[in-house]
Nanobody, 120 residues
Framework: QVHLVESGGGLVQGGGSLRLNCAAP????????MGWHRQAPGKQRELVAT???????IYADSVKGRFTISRDNLQNTVNLQMNSLKPEDTAVYYC??????????????WGQGTQVTVSS
């Protein structure tokens, strides 16, 4: 069983910064990709950023140039540095990781979510 544990959310003023962290303590898996999604009230969950084990990244257009994703493959951690935060970044942020299983295919894992609130 894989547990993703997030930390680093909170309340910040517009223009400020936050850093989200996600770890998978005790797991023996090597994650294919790790990343962050978010869900604002009344909206669908959306991709924020993702990074492969090789370091390739994808960002949502709305966060390009402001957010930076990084990961440590040995520690199985992924971080999201969020700068120049805007009120529209307010959401619950979820850590995501996936594994390519030989038999079961792609297995997805999610954290419990951490709240990010940006005041205007």
């Amino acid at each position: 069983q894989v547990h993703l544990v997030e930390s680093g959310g909170g309340l910040v003023q517009g223009g400020g910064s936050l850093r989200l962290n996600c770890a998978a303590p005790g797991t023996m898996f090597s994650f294919r990709s790790m990343g962050w999604h978010r869900q604002a009230p009344g909206k669908q969950r959306e991709l924020v950023a993702t990074i492969t084990s090789g370091g390739s990244t994808i960002y949502a257009d709305s966060v390009k140039g402001r957010f930076t994703i990084s990961r440590d493959n040995l520690q199985n951690t992924v971080n999201l540095q969020m700068n120049s935060l805007k009120p529209e970044d307010t959401a619950v942020y979820y850590c995501h990781a996936d594994v390519l299983h030989k038999v079961a295919g792609i297995l997805d894992y999610w954290g419990q979510g951490t709240q990010v609130t940006v005041s205007s």
